[in-house]
C-alpha cells in the first residue's frame, strides 16, 4: 500500500469570517472535495472541510482504504488470470472467501466475468451476446441472475434494459 501526501486546495469565501475558514495546524480534518489534475500534477479541490471529532473516523478510513486497495488487486489478479486463460476451468467453481466475487454463485461469477470481458466496448454486452456464451444448462436463469447483479451493484444497464457493463 503506498501512503503519500496530496496538496489540497480551498478557494476562500470573501463574504465567511475568518473564523469559519481556517483549521489548527497538525490537526485531522475530513475533506470533501474533487480529483483534479493541471499541469500534470495532481490535486484535491475542496467543497467542505471540517476537523475530526472522533478519531474513529480516521481508523474506519484507513480500513476502508486498506480493503478497497486489497480488493482491486484481486480483482486485477482474478482478471489477468483469466485473459491468459480465457478457458480457465476454476470460472465454473464455487469462490472461496479470498475472491472478489465471494457471495456469488459460480454461475453469477462466470456471467459477472463475460459481461467484464466486453467492458472496454462503448455499451457493454448485450443479453442475447451473454445468453450464446454461457452453458445451455444456465439459459432459463440468465434473467434471474441479471436482475441479482445489477441489483446488488455488480452490473449496470448501459445504452438499453438489455446492454450490461461491470462496474
Do not use: C
Amino acid at each position: 500500500m503506498y501512503l503519500g501526501t496530496i496538496t489540497a486546495l480551498k478557494w476562500l469565501e470573501a463574504e465567511k469570517k475568518a473564523s469559519d475558514r481556517t483549521m489548527q495546524m497538525n490537526t485531522y480534518v475530513r475533506i470533501i472535495g474533487l480529483l483534479r489534475e493541471q499541469n500534470d500534477k495532481r490535486h484535491i479541490l475542496i467543497l467542505r472541510m471540517w476537523p475530526l471529532v472522533d478519531l474513529n473516523e480516521l481508523t474506519n478510513h484507513i480500513l476502508e482504504v486498506t480493503y478497497a486497495t486489497l480488493k482491486a488487486e484481486a480483482m486485477a489478479k482474478m482478471n489477468k488470470e483469466l485473459e491468459s486463460n480465457p478457458n480457465n476451468s476454476k470460472m465454473h467453481e464455487v469462490p472461496n472467501e479470498d475472491s472478489p466475487y465471494y457471495g456469488m454463485t459460480g454461475d453469477q461469477t462466470l456471467v459477472y466475468k463475460i459481461i467484464h470481458a466486453q467492458n472496454d466496448t462503448e455499451s457493454g454486452i448485450e443479453r442475447s451476446d451473454i445468453k450464446a456464451q454461457v452453458p445451455k444448462r444456465i439459459l432459463s436463469e440468465i434473467d434471474n441472475i441479471l436482475d441479482f447483479l445489477v441489483s446488488e451493484g455488480h452490473i449496470y444497464t448501459t445504452s438499453t434494459d438489455n446492454h450490461f457493463k461491470t462496474t
